[in-house]
């Protein structure tokens, strides 16, 4: 079965400061990998998705298989990124995906 | 266009009792998919229905239970109502996804059920 694993529950960093957020995931095929993010009062939404390797918001995430970690990092961390960021990953055809369960990232002034 | 819509956003129920959520999906999309969120378990998928048909479902007991109309909207079950089924209960509409293909998602605001 699959699992995604987010060690940190918050994250609290200095605006200015680099930030990682962690995930690790167990699946045994070939996974496809996610960041979401709601900011307060919205919606959960898609960040970024491995496959697109693009950079949003400033945002960016390697998916390393050989650890199976597919970690978020930003180098300058702004206040407007205060959100709860969750990892996913979805295993086969079909929108099914597997949740960790959220960090809480607080960026301070 | 207007984004994913979820009846009614606030529910109070009693154990035992049942009840159906709704959730409209973005026009044009024929994918829906049902979270359930608890502060305890996080995230956890129910089911996902495209053209009418589950597609895919999570590992949740019988009492939980959903269907999609012809017109993309879908509505969830859930019978014989435990006070761990306090939750928000959240629905996500798509484009249909393929295996090589992954449409993104959006969140309905969710329904946030209540069960004394």
């Known amino acids: 079965a699959q699992r995604v694993t987010q060690p940190e529950k918050l994250l609290s960093v200095f605006k200015g400061a680099p930030v990682e957020l962690k995930c690790n995931y167990s699946?045994?095929?070939?996974?496809?990998l996610f960041w979401y993010v709601q900011y307060s009062r919205q919606r959960l939404q898609l960040l970024l998705r491995h496959i697109s390797r693009e950079s949003i918001k400033g945002f960016t995430a390697d998916l390393n298989k050989g650890e199976t970690s597919f970690h978020l990092k930003k180098p300058f961390a702004q206040e407007e990124d205060s959100a709860m960021y969750y990892c996913a990953l979805r295993r086969n055809a079909g929108n099914m995906l597997t949740f960790g369960g959220g960090t809480r990232l607080m960026v301070k002034p | 266009k207007a984004g994913v819509t979820q009846t009614p956003r606030y529910l109070i129920k009693t154990r035992g009792q049942q009840v159906t959520l709704s959730c409209s999906p973005i026009s044009g999309h024929r994918s829906v998919s049902w979270y359930q969120q608890t502060p305890g378990q996080g995230l956890q998928f129910l089911f996902e229905y495209f053209s009418e048909t589950q597609r895919n479902k999570g590992n949740f007991p019988g009492r939980f239970s959903g269907r999609q109309f012809s017109n993309s909207r879908s509505e969830m079950n859930v019978s014989t109502l435990e006070l761990g089924d306090s939750a928000l209960y959240l629905c996500?509409?798509?484009?249909?996804?393929?295996?090589?293909?992954?449409?993104?998602?959006?969140f309905g605001p969710g329904t946030r059920l209540t069960v004394l």
């Open positions: 996500a509409s798509s484009l249909a996804s393929g295996p090589s293909s992954y449409n993104e998602q959006f």
């Open positions: 699946y045994s095929g070939s996974p496809e």
